[in-house]
C-alpha cells in the first residue's frame, strides 16, 4: 500500500509520517508512507493507493478529488484528533480502513 500525506509544504506531515511508518513496521505491514506538497501530488498518482488530506488543508479536497479518484485513488481528511496528536497508529488505520470501503 502506498500512502501519500498531503499538506500545503510537506513539512507539517513529517513527523505524523514517521510515527505512522513505526506503526507500519510494529505490524510487519508492507507500506510505503510519504509527505508532500500538494503542488507535487500529479507526479505521485501513478504510484499511490491512499491519499490522506492534512486538516489545516481541508480546503484542497474538491481539487485532490477530481485528479485523484478518477485513477481509482482513495481520499480522505486526516482525522483532526489523530492529527494533532500525531497518533500515527490511528491515521495508518484511516488509510487501511480507506481501501477495505466498498
Known amino acids: 500500500m502506498n500512502i501519500l500525506l498531503v499538506c500545503s509544504a510537506g513539512m507539517s506531515t513529517s513527523i505524523l509520517v514517521r510515527k505512522m511508518r513505526e506503526q507500519a513496521e510494529a505490524q510487519a ?3 510505503t508512507i510519504e509527505a508532500i506538497p500538494e503542488s507535487e501530488l500529479s507526479h505521485h498518482l501513478d504510484q499511490t493507493d491512499v491519499i490522506l488530506i ?41 488509510a ?7
Open 29 to 31: 505491514l508492507d507500506v
Open 96 to 102: 487501511q480502513a480507506l481501501l477495505t470501503e466498498a
Open 54 to 94: 492534512g486538516p489545516q488543508v481541508r480546503y484542497l479536497e474538491t481539487k485532490i478529488r477530481q485528479v485523484a479518484e478518477p485513477k481509482g485513488v482513495r481520499v480522505a481528511i486526516i482525522n483532526q484528533m489523530a492529527y494533532g496528536l500525531m497518533k500515527g497508529d490511528l491515521v495508518l488505520e484511516q
